[in-house]
């Protein structure tokens, strides 16, 4: 567990602090691989989407990143995808691969800070590669998150300099779970970006 101590907040310490998604008080504006851990651990993983994009049916190959183990185990396990897991050389991590063919994989490991995460996927992208980048517009001086505010300069501050970026959608994502948060709007946007 990281050095932060989780639980309840009782009536008084919650004085001056913004709801978070899971329920409590804690400020999340800097969650740690740890916070994460212990958040996937009480099972508040509300943002966890039963329904896959179908990059797989569409016949890609999926590898995707995520920092908590426990996330990587229940994402085959929920698919009854058997597979294998392997420690990474080089860099602190577990891969997680499918043994039946399937084309995915899942990097257990720490992604880095945003301008590091966008300079490594500008990297991976081949020269006529696509991006697709969700982002939300939330009022984080109401709700304490995640997710957090981006909008489009906070988009092209941390690509702009690597990539295209071009907005291909926007919609209002505000349902019932979000008038829990406290806000009155909660809006998606999509970015596609391409390598410069
Ligand atoms: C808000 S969730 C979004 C999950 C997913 N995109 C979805 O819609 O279901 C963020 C996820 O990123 C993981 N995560 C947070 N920080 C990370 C990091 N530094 N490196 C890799 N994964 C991270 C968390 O454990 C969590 O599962």
Not at 46 to 71: Q, R, T, W, Y
Not at 150 to 156: A, E, P, Y
């Amino acid at each position: 567990m990281s050095g932060k101590q989780h639980g309840t907040t009782n009536g008084c310490e919650t004085v001056g602090r913004k709801l978070n998604q899971f329920g409590d008080f804690e400020d999340v504006t800097n969650m740690s691989v740890n916070d994460w851990d212990y958040r996937w651990s009480l099972g508040q993983t509300k943002f966890h989407m039963p329904k896959v994009h179908p990059l797989l049916d569409e016949g890609h190959e999926v590898i995707g990143n995520e920092c908590v183990d426990s996330a990587c185990r229940q994402f085959f396990e929920e698919h009854n995808i058997p597979y294998t897991s392997t420690p990474l050389t080089g860099i602190e991590g577990v891969l997680y691969q499918a043994t039946d063919g399937t084309p995915i994989k899942l990097y257990r490991c720490d992604c880095f800070d945003l301008s590091r995460y966008a300079r490594v996927m500008a990297d991976l992208m081949k020269k006529d590669g696509r991006y697709l980048l969700d982002c939300f517009l939330v009022d984080n001086s109401v709700f304490g998150g995640p997710p957090f505010n981006s909008d489009q300069n906070d988009v092209k501050q941390a690509f702009g300099k690597l990539c295209k970026v071009e907005k291909i959608d926007t919609k209002d994502a505000f349902t019932k779970w979000q008038e829990a948060w406290g806000i009155d709007s909660f809006i998606e946007d999509v970015y596609l970006l391409g390598k410069k």
